[in-house]
């Protein structure tokens, strides 16, 4: 081969071979939005922001909450199903949530760090839980006067973009095991007591709307997953004390049977060993009775505390597969409507 040949031989191969890699760099670059959006990259002032109201998912319409976490083309949300067995139950969730941000408590802190509130390539948010009121404290005015002091717990920081004022986070199917948010959300339900759900792979939706001449955060849609550990470990005890504690509430009466018997039933060797005890037993003493977590799984209230995401390896790790059949994670989606705050230093 003659030497001009071998040169453009090399020079060709080379070429290629930086082609290659340039188009491996792009492609990283594209399936890994934490190149183009992370701490060192956000710009612009920040603005605090605080939950004035905690909206539970309904069955329809627009405030379902459900959202695709895996990237299968399905909508999911399987609180939003939790609370329709819920409210045909009677259960008042809704209203025992209200009456807990009212004096303060559960609320949800959110600090937007961005260049502009319209529009943004790259934007954080982060959130975390405020401390309640301290004995004598006055409840938030939620008036844009409240100053909040941050909980002890840990925050979270979402990377994302804003594109006509609504401010959408990184995919949780984007994300890496070493880029997974948790949120340690908190619900207080009055006698009930109080909840942690460690919302894992935690997405959100911010709209900013006008008001008053200038753009402010007003509604969030917040998504994560609770794994089933959690759910057996947090979510079904509460759900065994809101039924338990409804049920010592109710007038006798046709529906107090018909509610008891969803729960309570003959055909359940644990019903039936429990019921051995009368004063343990909702259909013989309703006023003094105790619901089991093993009745709760075995009701139509369990059917919908079933895992719809495979979300989790073996070891517990954020790992969503689309479509997956190892389900081991709750999908859950709500809403927070939100106003201006500022933060103690």
Request: hydrophobic share 45%; net charge negative.
């Amino acid at each position: 081969m003659r030497p001009g040949i071998i040169t453009f031989a090399a020079h060709l191969g080379l070429a290629v071979l930086l082609l290659v890699l340039g188009s491996g760099c792009r492609d990283e670059a594209a399936e890994d939005p934490f190149l183009s959006c992370n701490v060192g990259l956000v710009r612009g002032e920040t603005a605090t922001f605080a939950s004035d109201r905690l909206t539970l998912p309904k069955a329809s319409g627009a405030f379902t909450f459900a959202f695709d976490f895996d990237g299968d083309g399905k909508n999911e949300n399987q609180l939003k199903t939790l609370m329709q067995v819920a409210a045909i139950g009677g259960l008042d969730v809704d209203g025992q949530v209200a009456s807990a941000t009212a004096a303060g408590q559960g609320i949800v802190l959110f600090q937007l760090t961005t260049p502009d509130l319209s529009n943004a390539e790259c934007a954080r948010l982060t959130l975390s839980l405020a401390d309640p009121p301290q004995p004598g404290q006055s409840p938030p005015k939620f008036d844009g006067s409240d100053v909040f002091s941050v909980a002890d717990v840990s925050a979270v920081t979402l990377y994302g973009s804003i594109a006509d004022g609504v401010f959408s986070s990184i995919l949780p199917k984007k994300r890496s095991l070493y880029e997974e948010q948790i949120l340690p959300l908190h619900f207080y339900l009055g006698a009930a007591g109080t909840v942690e759900l460690p919302l894992h792979g935690v997405h959100v939706e911010a709209r900013l709307v006008d008001e008053q001449g200038k753009k402010t955060l007003r509604s969030v849609a917040l998504h994560g997953v609770l794994p089933v550990p959690a759910v057996q470990a947090n979510l079904v005890p509460l759900i065994v004390r809101l039924v338990t504690e409804m049920i010592h509430r109710m007038s006798a009466g046709k529906e107090r049977d018909a509610f008891i018997k969803w729960f309570e039933d003959d055909s359940y060797p644990v019903s039936q060993a429990k019921c051995q005890i009368d004063a343990d037993c909702c259909r013989r003493a309703p006023a003094t009775c105790k619901l089991l977590p093993e009745e709760i799984m075995l009701s139509p209230v369990g059917g919908v505390l079933m895992p719809d995401l495979q979300a989790f390896d073996l070891q517990g790790n954020w790992e969503l597969v689309p479509a997956g059949r190892e389900k081991n994670g709750l999908s859950v989606g709500l809403g927070l409507r939100t106003v201006a705050a500022g933060l103690l230093p």
